[in-house]
């Protein structure tokens, strides 16, 4: 009777064993990070039956929102998702005219159709924003570390460096 108690034991731990073990991520996780290279401020126009501007905010959980202005005044939110492959799923349920838009984000680049039901369609088209964070442009400057006759001259141009002696 102890050796079966004590089998069943056995099987119950290595059965939670088999079953607690993972790769240590959960589905949203995974999601997480695959959307994290969309993640960000998108802007960009619009053309079809009126023009404008467009702006975009995609979050770490893949959820977007933003809003289209026509320059001729006219104005919606949007809401929607963007896939881990990027497709891109809009719509302004608080519009006057119902719409639905399908897009794609790929390498920083936004594009897709608007459509806006009784008006007609809108091509849309963008990029990711640059956080104000990331370095742009070329920064140079030397430096002479004290008691030493001989400097480093740095060059840092969009984010790569690169050093030389004089």
Do not use: H
């Amino acid at each position: 009777m102890k050796k079966i108690l004590k089998m069943i034991v056995i099987a119950l731990s290595v059965l939670v064993l088999v079953t607690g073990c993972g790769d240590g991520s959960s589905s949203n996780d995974s999601q997480s990070a695959i959307n994290a290279s969309v993640v960000g401020k998108y802007t960009g126009t619009f053309q079809g039956f009126t023009q404008g501007q467009w702006t975009l905010t995609v979050d770490n959980a893949g959820k977007v929102t933003g809003s289209f202005l026509a320059y001729s005044g006219g104005a919606a939110e949007v809401e929607g998702t963007v896939t881990a492959s990027g497709e891109l799923q809009l719509s302004s349920p608080k519009s006057t005219y119902p719409a639905q838009s399908a897009g794609m984000i790929t390498n920083s680049q936004v594009s897709g159709v608007w459509k806006i039901t009784g008006l007609g369609e809108l091509n849309f088209q963008g990029t990711k924003d640059r956080p104000e964070s990331e370095p742009s442009g070329t920064y140079t400057w030397m430096t002479v570390p004290p008691g030493v006759g001989e400097g480093f001259f740095f060059q840092l141009q969009f984010g790569q460096a690169s050093n030389s002696q004089p």
